[in-house]
């Protein structure tokens, strides 16, 4: 009998004590080789005046996570997940923003009416440049010209300047293979700076010279698309066809440095138009939120870091290792910290598109513009994604764009 009640009791015991050496366990780190990715093989390679080093780049290295002790998802298939299209890159360009939100709301247009779309990345992109160019000028040079911007920014442009379909515009040459924008921007950004040194602030000339040097690149954007064999405005495809309400969508960050339930800036470099329409709630909130949208049908567009040594992107696997910050200590105080000593940066937007569970955690599905996605191979079905661990996404990053009525339990309170 007391033999039974020792077995008994060792079958209540031992989950908990396996469970408390899973949390004691030690993440170590290395020094990894890096090899060429997919940026230096494909995307350098399809830049039209790209020309081989003549001498051989000395071997880059990079402290990373040894991922050997740590069971991590190794395949898209274990995911449970929502419509999408396929990834593409953003080639050599800093669009992440518009290439993460506009798959986003490809995601929201098939969720909503049960089509299939593709819209022009581009299209915003091109507008957006021109936003730019236009508070340049008001603020007399004081402002932000480069290629970065937020999630927010897609919303902004399409109630101002509609949407097209991929096909209306792509915003490359033809026979050109990825997307770069580094000769046009620095165009850009001299001749401003040419204007500010000069005090020539002719708004029209200015604009229509930004327009010029965007045209030559990237190609006019159109002024109607035809759907169903009639022409119709970008405001019309925006609002008739792809049938969304750019208001029915908001950004949600976690900052202690602002007050909880109340809007406030996102105080990074690419929220160059100082936008303060982000609602600011408690970590647990947060995480919450994001937890219920995407197992009730919702996907989340995100922003943050990618630059960590848990951020693996030959393994596509991102995690937050213990020898940065035991999961269980994660709480608001040190995703602070991290931000206001700039260790996390507004590096990235991605599209998180599924999740699974695994060991008691969630693990989210990334669908991803930039290189780094690719650096496996082109044939693997985990090309363009990664696999986020939940502790990553609490840490890490700093907000996420979602429709409205995954939030409506806390808009009250702001």
């Not at 989950?15 to 350098?44: H, W």
């Not at 922003?303 to 940065?324: K, L, Q, R």
């Not at 996420?400 to 339990?409: G, L």
Request: charged fraction near 30%; proline fraction near 3%; glycine fraction near 6%.
């Amino acid at each position: 009998m007391k033999k039974i009640l020792l077995i008994n009791l060792m079958a209540l015991v031992l989950p908990f004590i396996s469970l408390a050496q899973q949390k004691q366990a030690k993440d170590k780190g290395y020094f990894k080789e890096l090899d060429k990715g997919f940026y230096e093989k494909n995307i350098l390679r399809g830049i039209e005046d790209f020309e081989e080093p003549k001498t051989e780049l000395p071997k880059r290295t990079a402290y990373k996570i040894d991922l050997s002790n740590r069971i991590v998802p190794t395949s898209v298939d274990e995911f449970t997940g929502y419509w999408k299209n396929n990834p593409i890159s953003q080639g050599a360009t800093g669009t992440c923003w518009s290439f993460s939100t506009t798959s986003f709301f490809e995601t929201e247009v098939y969720r909503i009416t049960k089509k299939q779309v593709k819209i022009s990345e581009m299209y915003t992109a091109y507008w957006e440049y021109i936003e730019k160019a236009i508070r340049f000028i008001e603020q007399r040079g004081n402002s932000l010209f480069d290629e970065g911007s937020e999630a927010n920014a897609v919303t902004r442009i399409f109630k101002k300047y509609g949407a097209v379909p991929l096909d209306a515009y792509t915003g490359m040459k033809n026979g050109q293979s990825y997307h770069n924008h580094k000769k046009m921007v620095d165009e850009m950004k001299a001749y401003l700076e040419s204007v500010k040194q000069s005090n020539s602030w002719n708004n029209d000339l200015i604009v229509s010279t930004i327009k010029s040097i965007m045209d030559f690149y990237m190609g006019q954007p159109p002024k109607t698309v035809k759907v169903d064999g009639k022409e119709i405005s970008p405001q019309q495809y925006l609002k008739d066809v792809l049938k969304l309400v750019p208001d029915d969508y908001i950004d949600v960050m976690s900052l202690v440095s602002e007050s909880y339930w109340k809007k406030a800036e996102y105080k990074v470099e690419d929220n160059w138009w100082h936008s303060a329409d982000y609602y600011n709630v408690p970590l647990e909130v947060y995480m919450e939120v994001l937890k219920k949208s995407i197992r009730n049908g919702y996907t989340v567009c995100i922003g943050g870091d990618t630059s960590e040594s848990g951020f693996d992107s030959w393994s596509n696997v991102a995690v937050v290792p213990t020898y940065d910050i035991p999961g269980e200590y994660i709480d608001e105080y040190a995703r602070q910290l991290r931000f206001s000593n700039k260790t996390t940066t507004d590096d990235h937007g991605m599209h998180l598109v599924g999740f699974k569970e695994l060991e008691g955690k969630d693990w989210y599905l990334i669908k991803d513009s930039g290189a780094g996605s690719r650096n496996c191979s082109k044939e693997s079905k985990n090309f363009g994604y990664y696999f986020f661990h939940e502790d990553y996404i609490k840490l890490k990053i700093m907000d996420f764009m979602v429709h409205k009525d995954m939030f409506k339990d806390y808009l009250n309170k702001f």
